[in-house]
C-alpha cells in the first residue's frame, strides 16, 4: 500500500531564512507528487506537483520541490521564508489510475520574526 | 480561476442526527471526491465519485454515509446519524480525470462538530 511520511511535525524558521521540508513515499510504480498547503482554518492550496520530465518543480509563492527516485523523496524548499508562510503543509501521492491522494502526516511550520 | 466550492463552513449538530454537506466542483470536472480531516491529524480519503457511482471508497466511509449527485451541479456527502467521533473538517474535490497525472483540487472544507 502507498504510504507517505513526513519526518517532522513541526519545524521553525526565522524569516528570511531558507527551509526545507521532508517528504518520503513507499510506491512501487511511478508517483505522481503533489504538495499542498493549508492556513488555519482555511482549506488545502496546491502549491506544486510533479508529474514526469524534470525533477525540479516550481511551484507558487516561490516553493520549489526535487522528486529524487533513488531515495523516494520530494522536499519542499524556498530559499527565503516570509511571516505568511506559517501554516501546515501536506505531501501527498497519487499512482496512474488512482481515485484517492494519500497524505502525509503534515508539517507545521512556525516563523519567528 | 475556478474553485470548488462547499457549504456550510461550519455546521454544529447534536449526536444522532442526519447531515447533509453540500459541494458544487469545478464545472468540467468528472471525478468528484470526498476527504476528511479530523483535528490534527492528517487528511484522509473518504470516497470518490464518477459517472454517477462511487468508484472507491475507504474503510471509514460505512454505510453512515452516502454520496449523491443530486443534479448537474451538486455533490453532496450525507452522514446518517453522526456520531461524536464523526466531528471533522470535510473537504470535496473534483478532478478533470482520473488522478494520476491531474490535480485534485479542494474546497475550502466544511467543519463538523457534533455534540
Known amino acids: 500500500a502507498q504510504s507517505v511520511t513526513q519526518p517532522d511535525i513541526h519545524i521553525t524558521v526565522s524569516e528570511g531564512a531558507s527551509l526545507e521540508l521532508r517528504c518520503n513515499y513507499s510506491?512501487?510504480?511511478?508517483?505522481?507528487l503533489f504538495w499542498y498547503v493549508q492556513s488555519p482554518g482555511q482549506g488545502l492550496q496546491l502549491l506544486l506537483k510533479y508529474f514526469s520530465g524534470d525533477t525540479l518543480v516550481q511551484g507558487i509563492k516561490g516553493f520549489e520541490a526535487e522528486f529524487k527516485r533513488s531515495q523516494s523523496s520530494f522536499n519542499l524548499r524556498k530559499p527565503s521564508v516570509h511571516w505568511s508562510d506559517a501554516a501546515e503543509y501536506f505531501c501527498?501521492?497519487?499512482?496512474?489510475?488512482?481515485?484517492?491522494?494519500?497524505f502525509g502526516q503534515g508539517t507545521r511550520l512556525t516563523i519567528n520574526p | 480561476e475556478p474553485e470548488v466550492t462547499q457549504t456550510p463552513s461550519h455546521q454544529v449538530t447534536q449526536m444522532g442526527q442526519e447531515v447533509i454537506l453540500r459541494c458544487v466542483p469545478i464545472?468540467?470536472?468528472?471525478?468528484f471526491y470526498w476527504y476528511r480531516q479530523i483535528l490534527g491529524q492528517k487528511v484522509e480519503f473518504l470516497v470518490s465519485?464518477?459517472?454517477?457511482?462511487?468508484?472507491?471508497k475507504s474503510e471509514i466511509f460505512d454505510d453512515q454515509f452516502s454520496v449523491e449527485r443530486p443534479d448537474g451541479s451538486n455533490f453532496t456527502l450525507k452522514i446518517r446519524s453522526t456520531k461524536l467521533e464523526d466531528s471533522a473538517m470535510y473537504f470535496c474535490?473534483?478532478?478533470?480525470?482520473?488522478?494520476?497525472?491531474?490535480?485534485?483540487?479542494f474546497g475550502e472544507g466544511s467543519w463538523l462538530t457534533v455534540v
Open positions: 510506491y512501487g510504480a511511478t508517483p505522481y
Open positions: 464545472s468540467n470536472h468528472l471525478y
Open positions: 474535490a473534483s478532478s478533470e480525470r482520473e488522478l494520476g497525472g491531474n490535480t485534485i483540487y
Open positions: 501527498a501521492v497519487a499512482t496512474q489510475g488512482a481515485q484517492k491522494l494519500v
Open positions: 465519485f464518477y459517472n454517477n457511482e462511487i468508484s472507491e
